[in-house]
């Protein structure tokens, strides 16, 4: 319930807090939004809609935890893909999704615009992962989501057993050695993360594709930051957050999101205001018709460690393993602080994707971070000033600035 109080906080307070309302002269404040019926369509569901073949898969990681992945074997024409990229057999590209999201955040936009579509059609074999604790991977070999026991991770847990867990299963079923990851947000963060805890994994990427890459949150612009002074004492942002699982997937928050954003006109701007809100505003790139789908996607879950893991390293400055405190480090860690993750462990091609306007990498992070990685290849600055943090999958040009560039990358990582 503090999860809801929370998000209603930022729908009714963003407004007021800094968005000017002139950017929202460049849109028709007299057209309203019809109602979308792939609000209540999940993943599978989409993509099967839009014409696309798809798999379910299953993975178990080490620690018994039960993730899915959302397959997209091709394009919707096969023996033709688009672009003249001809890639035979394909080779496998895994995507993973951000903070709070799911498989889902690839598929939110027209065929032309997704993309995951986009990499499909260009005749890709295309994994959409599910970090643990979300909507798709929400099970477990023997835990319950209904206990305690089943939250107790971070995005340290993603990094050190999902990551492998699903690169080795994506490799073994299409019976290559190497794939192409491309990651958004804290789908970067679990990468690097990754990486340095298993070294031996770079040899399985053929290149990665960070957008808005999180290494480091000393300079965030994000409402994450002010969680950082309550850090120290972290049963006041488990009080606050919720005490295990945060901003869950919710059928009746999909209602009021569908009803709210489309029938009244001041509230459309609200939502749409909420988004900006965390991640850097940009009224030019975003389709106003998808909001609806996107805010009902947009809170599939995680564990409140998770969102307390980021906040942490605003005031560490460093990116390290979560702060349990003195008492657990000594004995999760042997020693009174978290240890380091190290760059130069990452070792795969790396190609960095980033963004004046983005609140949650910002460019003093993201230049830190390319500074301290051994094999950046290419270093890509968005050139539209306002392009924020998730117009990198949900922008109106992110097809020209993003896909279609990594599409033009890609073979640049192909072996003889």
Not at 159 to 183: C, F, M, R, W
Not at 254 to 280: D, N, P, V
Not at 288 to 298: C, N, R, Y
Request: hydrophobic fraction near 40%; charge should be negative; charged fraction near 15%.
């Amino acid at each position: 319930m503090e999860s809801l109080y929370i998000l209603y906080a930022l729908l009714v307070l963003c407004p007021v807090l800094g968005v000017p309302y002139t950017a929202w002269t460049k849109f028709d404040l007299n057209q309203k939004l019809s109602a979308n019926p792939d609000i209540y369509l999940d993943v599978p569901a989409l993509i099967a809609k839009y014409g696309y073949p798809f798999e379910i898969h299953h993975v178990t990681t080490d620690d018994g935890y039960i993730l899915t992945l959302h397959r997209i074997p091709h394009g919707r024409e096969p023996s033709n893909p688009a672009n003249g990229n001809d890639v035979t057999p394909p080779s496998p590209v895994f995507m993973q999704h951000g903070l709070l999201s799911s498989s889902a955040c690839w598929i939110l936009a027209p065929r032309e615009k997704a993309p995951a579509y986009i990499m499909a059609d260009a005749g890709y074999d295309v994994w959409l992962g599910n970090a643990r604790g979300n909507l798709y991977s929400r099970n477990h070999t023997h835990l319950n989501p209904d206990s305690k026991e089943f939250w107790q991770f971070s995005w340290d847990e993603m990094a050190e057993h999902d990551l492998p867990a699903v690169i080795d299963y994506v490799l073994n079923v299409t019976k290559h050695s190497q794939l192409y990851y491309i990651g958004h947000s804290m789908g970067t963060t679990i990468f690097f993360a990754g990486m340095s805890s298993h070294p031996e994994y770079n040899e399985k990427v053929k290149a990665m594709f960070g957008l808005g890459p999180v290494a480091t949150t000393a300079h965030i612009r994000s409402p994450i930051r002010y969680l950082a002074p309550f850090t120290d004492d972290i049963h006041v942002l488990f009080n606050l957050l919720g005490e295990y699982e945060f901003l869950p997937h919710n059928p009746r928050y999909i209602k009021y999101t569908e009803y709210i954003c489309t029938h009244f006109q001041f509230e459309e701007y609200m939502c749409l205001s909420a988004l900006f809100f965390l991640t850097g505003f940009d009224a030019q790139q975003f389709n106003l018709t998808w909001l609806p789908v996107i805010l009902s996607h947009g809170a599939e879950g995680t564990s409140t460690m998770t969102v307390v893991h980021f906040a942490q390293q605003v005031n560490s400055a460093s990116f390290q393993h979560y702060d349990y405190g003195k008492e657990e480090n000594l004995k999760r860690y042997h020693q009174n602080t978290p240890p380091p993750y190290y760059l130069n462990r990452v070792t795969a091609p790396v190609n960095l994707f980033w963004a004046n306007n983005d609140w949650l990498a910002d460019p003093t992070d993201v230049a830190r971070l390319a500074k301290g990685l051994p094999n950046l290849v290419f270093n890509v600055k968005m050139p539209l000033p306002k392009f924020n943090h998730v117009d990198f999958i949900w922008g109106i040009d992110c097809d020209k600035l993003v896909f279609r560039k990594i599409l033009k990358y890609m073979p640049f990582f192909e072996k003889d």
